[in-house]
């Protein structure tokens, strides 16, 4: 007998893999299936996340240290590669632009909750369809507020590629439906924001890129509010559609290729025993799957 499903919790990411390509979302999200990626790139981009997250909660500490701590847990190249001092200017470049002599953002410091918490990388989840018990959850980098108390979601994006400061891909970075997922999620908790705010780093080395940083403000309206979530709860129908009938189908279209690479799960797809295989659901922290 197949399984009836109880209650679904998602993420933005695993969303919107799903709409790539589901059967990618079933090795990936389901069976978890994790292709190992662990390039320089991804490593310092995180690295760089650590030290803007720690700056933010602790914004008294030794700089020096924290970056050594920092350039240590991500395994970064050692000092004489040239690594870790690029590393250290991104950082240190990051504070000189954007905090104050008090330790806090320049405009946007963090948010402190009436319980003394503060607002970085918070967790939130909410139901989107009671009757079909569909919740969507995600971790903000940052709800900020302001001095004339206005909120913002805050999000971080690091990238090696000098191409992200091209006017075309701005445009993008206002589009991802990521926003209006945290909009919504922030809406549900009673935390209404004013705007959202995304904090461009660049990690790279080229010569070109003269400004390793920006950041860009949007908003989310409700009609466009109201659209993401007709589109995410109808996508989350079908994400429990294909757990319950055992069914992820294969996009062998464009999408084959959305991550501008080979898709890593392209061979088992293709291979004509692999829609036979039984299909057991894990449910790793980002997708939580529970049955009746």
Same mark, same amino acid.
């Given at each position: 007998m197949k399984k009836k499903i109880k209650k679904i919790v998602i993420n933005? !990411? !695993?969303?919107?893999?799903? &709409?790539?390509?589901?059967?990618k979302f079933f090795k990936k999200i389901v069976l978890g299936q994790q292709v190992p990626e662990d390039t320089l790139a991804m490593r310092l981009g995180s690295a760089v996340h650590e030290f803007i997250e720690e700056v933010t909660l602790n *914004?008294?500490?030794?700089? !020096?240290?924290?970056?050594?701590r920092i350039h240590k847990n991500w395994d970064l *190249?050692?000092? =004489? &590669?040239? @690594?870790? *001092?690029?590393?250290?200017?991104?950082?240190?470049?990051?504070?000189?632009?954007? #905090?104050?002599? =008090?330790?806090? @953002?320049?405009?946007?410091?963090?948010? #402190?909750?009436? =319980?003394?918490? #503060?607002?970085?990388? &918070?967790?939130?989840?909410t139901c989107i369809d009671e009757k079909e018990n569909i919740w969507i959850n995600g971790t903000i980098d940052r709800i900020s507020e302001t001095e004339s108390g206005q909120i913002y979601l805050f999000d971080t994006k690091t990238t090696s590629a000098a191409s992200f400061w091209t006017q075309n891909m701005n445009r993008k970075a206002h589009l991802t439906p990521q926003l209006t997922h945290y909009t919504y999620l922030m809406m549900q908790a009673g935390l209404?924001? =004013?705007?959202?705010?995304i904090d461009l780093v660049s990690t790279s080395?080229?010569? !070109?890129?003269?400004n390793h940083y920006d950041r860009l403000s949007t908003t989310r309206s409700d009609a466009r509010i109201a659209s993401w979530l007709a589109e995410t709860t109808y996508y989350c129908k079908l994400i429990k559609d294909c757990i319950e009938n055992e069914t992820f189908p294969r996009n062998m279209g464009d999408n084959c290729s959305a991550f501008n690479k080979p898709c890593p799960y392209l061979k088992s797809c293709m291979n004509p025993g692999d829609a036979e295989q039984p299909y057991a659901i894990s449910s790793p922290q980002s997708f939580k799957v529970e049955y009746e």
């Open positions: 933005n !990411s !695993s969303l919107e893999l799903f &709409k790539a390509c589901p059967r *914004p008294f500490q030794e700089y !020096s240290e924290m970056l050594r *190249p050692p000092y =004489d &590669k040239g @690594d870790f *001092p690029h590393f250290a200017g991104i950082c240190r470049g990051y504070v000189r632009r954007y #905090i104050k002599e =008090d330790g806090k @953002d320049l405009m946007y410091p963090a948010a #402190i909750a009436p =319980d003394g918490e #503060i607002l970085v990388e &918070k967790y939130l989840e209404k924001p =004013d705007g959202c705010v080395q080229h010569h !070109s890129v003269k």
